[in-house]
């Protein structure tokens, strides 16, 4: 083993940057079947190639300016009789000779300093700063490696063997060698076909994260090991183990019980790396924004570092869930817009819908500017402005206790940025 010690660096500047997308391969030395990509819900807005065919309204007048009054974001519950972790550390885990060695514990030790792990951590009550950042090169892995044996080589490649406490939790980040895959109970995960990296506790009581290297069309290797990384650190150090307390959790037989935001999402239980899902630069590593709940709580924009030069804007809705009394087939939901500063128009549209019984609910907008570009309607909202999302139940089937969560996505002129806000409507 090839242990580093401990130092400092830390700088800053931030600027957006989209993910690339996603390809496939798989070594499979083993002959384990790949697992086919989890899919989410396809769009369903319309937006042109050309946006500059659209022509928003100006900004208001800055003059008194004062963002519209509008729902906040839903918050992550918190188990308050977790214990909360007083002192981190970071350890980097490759196998030997790993041209990115030297990189991924640079990047480490400036994560365990930087600004992103102070604010985001203040949230959650983590320390301002890491104890110590450390790394270990261990032996080659071999081929892919299956999530059991994989617990059985950090147990015997860290430098911490003991299980992890609140007053002693070891973050181990272990970064797999190119076209090596984890083999999971599902299957192998041919080129991040499953997750890009995950965090668990192992059965030895060792906190760990594993970042798989996803090949990704028009993007670093070493921007998406940092920015799978970063999602991975701060989701075991608020949500694992001796301090597992911060998560959205969903009951699949009664979703309208939690936010319509969880409802989206795939899985049954949502961590504060999994909503936002935007990459940021602090320095020269690749970061990704993380959910706040203090900024969620406030009606401010809930990802952060919001780290864009735009104001934020949105619609929201008064309610989460919306119930269909007895009787009715529709129910009608005002949206409100806002925005954190003057700007120019943007654009909502229903996105998506989500729910085992989504097609048997239609959803439409009204309101707002409406400008037409060929067959399509795209409705412009600014600060203060308003519009009406209606949903109504079309068909009955035998889905017991029915729903539907419909994703309302804001869109401005600027290339690539847009917010979105989530309603459900329910049968009782």
């Known amino acids: 083993m090839k242990l580093l010690p401990f130092l400092f660096l830390a700088t800053l500047a931030i600027a957006p940057l989209a993910f690339g997308a996603l390809l496939t391969g798989c070594s499979n030395k083993g002959g384990t079947a790949c697992v086919a990509p989890k899919i989410g819900s396809p769009s369903l807005s319309v937006w042109p190639d050309d946006a500059t065919v659209l022509h928003p309204g100006p900004a208001p007048d800055a003059t008194g300016f004062t963002p519209a009054p509008h729902a906040a974001f839903p918050t992550m519950p918190r188990d308050e009789l977790a214990l909360t972790p007083t002192n981190i550390r970071f350890e980097v885990i490759t196998e030997e000779n790993d041209p990115l060695f030297d990189r991924l514990m640079a990047f480490a030790v400036d994560l365990g300093t930087s600004k992103w792990w102070k604010d985001v951590g203040a949230d959650y009550d983590l320390p301002p700063t890491v104890t110590s950042v450390s790394a270990v090169q261990g032996n080659p892995f ?112 009664a979703v309208w019980k939690t936010s319509a935001l969880a409802a989206t999402l795939l899985d049954h239980e949502t961590e504060v790396g999994d909503v936002c899902g935007v990459r940021i630069y602090e320095g020269p590593w690749a970061i990704e924004r993380i959910w706040s709940n203090a900024h969620a709580a406030a009606g401010k924009p809930p990802c952060i570092p919001y780290a864009t030069s735009e104001p934020y804007f949105n619609v929201t809705a008064p309610q989460d869930w919306y119930p269909l009394a007895n009787g009715t087939h529709s129910v009608s939901i005002p949206l409100s817009a806002w925005s954190e500063a003057p700007r120019a128009d943007w654009y909502v549209s229903v996105d998506a819908k989500v729910g085992a019984a989504k097609d048997a609910f239609t959803a439409a907008l009204d309101g707002g500017g409406i400008e037409t570009i060929g067959t399509h309607a795209f409705h412009a909202v600014n600060n203060g402005g308003t519009a009406t999302l209606t949903v109504t139940r079309t068909t009955h089937d035998a889905t017991t206790n029915p729903y539907v969560v419909v994703r309302i996505r804001s869109r401005s002129v600027a290339p690539g940025l847009s917010h979105s806000w989530n309603v459900g409507v329910y049968v009782p």
């Open 142 to 253: 071999g081929g892919d490696i299956r999530d059991a044996d994989l617990e059985t080589y950090i147990h015997g490649t860290s430098q911490y063997p003991d299980p992890d406490s609140a007053d002693s939790l070891t973050i181990r980040v272990v970064f797999l060698a190119p076209k090596v895959n984890v083999i999971t109970s599902e299957g192998a995960n041919c080129g991040c076909s499953m997750f890009g990296g995950y965090h668990a506790v192992s059965r030895f009581g060792q906190v760990y994260a594993v970042v798989q290297r996803c090949p990704t069309a028009g993007d670093a290797e070493l921007d998406g090991l940092t920015t799978i990384a970063s999602h991975e650190i701060i989701e075991a150090a608020t949500n694992l183990g001796p301090t597992a307390r911060v998560h959205f959790r969903r009951d699949p037989a």
